[in-house]
């Protein structure tokens, strides 16, 4: 049982490149959310998912795009990053309305 | 605004010297209060969910409470492998209406306990 993995640990683009941050998790849960993590602003939502197909935005969602065609996989893009794109990203999921939310290890990017 | 706020943002203790982390909040509604441990370049770990003022859980050394403006985490007798950062998080009420667990996180108190 893995949990919630995220793919890949580490990342470097450079500014207007696109990239796709792939989560996994395999407790069948049905909801899936991304963070950001920026020091000092502590842990954003960006997009979330209540289900396979459906994806809502969070906080900060700009910059951003989301897709969820398999229950287990989440996917967060960026199409055209910037440097305040650079942050620590971190996937979670929950089994519906337990509250209890189960994160993955954080993929680090830097935009350049 | 909805704000959580955390204090101290760093603590120092030895190991065996007890002490507290604040969470207070400003929000319209809270439906549950939540707890987390970070460890350095790890995602966070649920620790406690608490639901109304007077409520109280425990795990090990810590134990949560909550209030009508604040939670507190108490450590007692810390160890070196309680270093961590702490995150508080709160769900509104406004937000369970809508389906999924749409969290307000604080920045954090970051603990280091030294032998």
């Known amino acids: 049982n893995a949990g919630v993995t995220q793919t890949p640990k580490f990342r470097v683009l450079k500014t207007g490149q696109s990239m796709t941050l792939l989560c996994a998790q395999d407790m069948n849960h049905e909801y899936m959310y991304w963070y950001r993590q920026d020091p000092g602003m502590g842990l954003r939502l960006i997009h979330y998912s209540v289900g396979e197909g459906t994806t809502a935005k969070g906080e900060v969602p700009d910059g951003y795009n989301v897709s969820r065609l398999k229950k287990q996989n989440f996917l967060l893009g960026l199409e055209s990053a910037a440097p305040s794109q650079t942050s620590v990203y971190f996937c979670?999921?929950?089994?519906?309305?337990?509250?209890?939310?189960?994160f993955g290890p954080g993929t680090r990017l830097t935009v350049t | 605004e909805d704000q959580v706020t955390q204090s101290p943002e760093a603590l120092r203790l030895q190991e065996g010297e007890s002490s507290s982390l604040n969470c207070s909040y400003t929000v319209s509604g809270l439906r549950g209060l939540f707890w987390y441990r970070q460890d350095p370049g790890k995602g966070p770990e649920f620790l406690f969910t608490?639901?109304?003022a007077g409520e109280e859980k425990e795990k090990e050394r810590l134990k949560a409470t909550l209030t009508k403006k604040e939670s507190f985490l108490h450590i007692t007798a810390p160890k070196p492998e309680d270093s961590a950062t702490y995150l508080c998080a709160v769900l509104l009420r406004s937000r369970v209406d809508q389906a999924g667990t749409a969290l307000i996180f604080g920045k954090g108190t970051t603990l280091s306990v030294s032998s």
């Open positions: 979670a999921s929950e089994l519906a309305g337990a509250y209890e939310q189960y």
């Open positions: 608490l639901y109304s």
